[in-house]
């Protein structure tokens, strides 16, 4: 890199001053100006570049609609990059955004933001009664350490290499934490309900249930390829504008390439697909619920998921008779058979089985001192009692579904893991469904949306940042 000179720098200095005064005189308008602040004689590199874009595009998003911006310059010269905006709003105002923004953050000491009033006035953090800057290395103002070398270049440089390296570090995080939050919190979801033991007929710690293609393991691999795509639902639903029903097409191109991955990983064994639908809904609709109100409820997430769903019946279900049957999924074969709605149907009525018991008896499990793992397995054989596992119907028949509601709800009435008697049936329970090859995977599905759930209440997310 070319090393630059103390003439360069004051050559450099003298073109950005006369750009400036041409757009104030051309426009008859306010000019921000965008430096890099970077002590030593390299001053431009790709980092640099990215710091004096981040710059521009924050003040772009605190301009929004409010104020106008008419042209803007972007120079990249050995000295340094800069940037050079026209701005139609008041200077104080201007220059108010533009320190909030250097000091945003521990990075944000590297820029340098000039306010210039149509008239060539500069306006300073004096006139508006803030105070100056301070030093890259400790509380005093700036200008009084230049002027008596307090400390040496070397030490300067070095906090400035630290600087950047935290602008780095910034520039990996595309997110809010409410969207870190949520989409971790729909990963655990996923590893608890393949956690929890015993699971009657499913993959759990102990054993692969009714299952010869997948284990504990497999799930493992599957929700960890997963994982991008529960980030990316929440990203979406934060990210979102407009109407809840939108988003569902977008949700859809997520699902596709979250299907890919988790196909790639588990060598083309399907272990979560309905998960990944039920899941990407529920994280995309805390997110997007959560960006209305800072806090949010279950119940609430449920009736956004609801309304996004909306009409994802008659659109997908309903048309089915006119479709070829050799390319029906298996859930279309079971509505046409049986008139079961599946998963769609479940979202689009706002998911009762969760709300109505799944929910519910997982916080009563955990308020009567069960373990977490016991108030899932609890919860599991609960929410067997009322849903029309698709898994189950596929696999077997009406008959069998209407017995295996029955067993659970004889469980229950035993006290589930609450009880001793409840404990042993449910272990009873998976032994017996492993011989019969029942694996109710659907309930499984709306276990971890219900602890998905839970985590999001019991957390309290409010919001941060701004994406």
Known sequence: MKQITLEDVLAAKERLASLQAELRCCYQLPVVSFTANIPGSVKDSPVVRQLLQTAVNRFRTIAGSSIDIVEERFMYWPTGPAAVLVADGSPDELKRSCIAIEEAGFHA??????????????????????????????????????????????????????????????????????????????????????????????????????????????????????????????????????????????????????????????????????????LGILAAAAAYTLKQSATVTGEQILDTAAVMAQGIVSRELAVLPARDPV????GEKLYLKYGVTGIRGEVESGMPSIREHGLPVLKQ??????????????????????????TILNRHSLEVLLDVKNQAKGIMSRGGMLAGPGRAKIAEMDELFIARNISPGGVADLLAATYFLYLVETNNVEMAGTI
């Open 109 to 278: 000491r590297l820029f340098d933001i000039d306010v210039f009033s149509a008239d060539g006035r500069q306006i300073s953090r004096s006139t508006l009664g803030q105070r100056e800057r301070t030093c890259f290395l400790c509380g005093e103002p700036a200008v009084l350490c230049r002027r008596s070398n307090k400390h040496t270049l070397e030490e300067i440089k070095a906090n400035v290499q630290a600087r950047l390296a935290a602008f780095a570090a910034t520039a990996t995080d595309p997110w809010p934490q409410a969207v870190w939050d949520i989409g971790a919190w729909a990963v655990e979801a996923m590893l608890m309900e393949a956690a929890c033991t015993p699971a009657p007929g499913l993959v759990d710690r102990d054993n692969a249930g009714a299952h010869n293609d997948m284990d504990f393991f497999t799930f493992l691999m599957s929700s960890s390829a997963l994982a991008g795509s529960m980030f990316r639902c929440a990203a979406a639903g934060y990210r979102h504008d407009g109407l809840p029903a939108e988003l569902l097409p977008v949700l859809r191109y997520i699902g596709k390439d979250g299907e890919a991955r988790m196909m790639k990983a588990t060598s083309g064994v399907n272990t979560q697909k309905g998960l990944l639908f039920l």
């Open 327 to 330: 390319r029906l999924t298996a």
């Open 365 to 390: 499990a955990l308020a009567a001192g069960l373990s977490l793992n016991d108030a899932l397995v609890h919860t599991l054989v609960s929410l067997m009692t009322v849903v029309e596992d698709t």
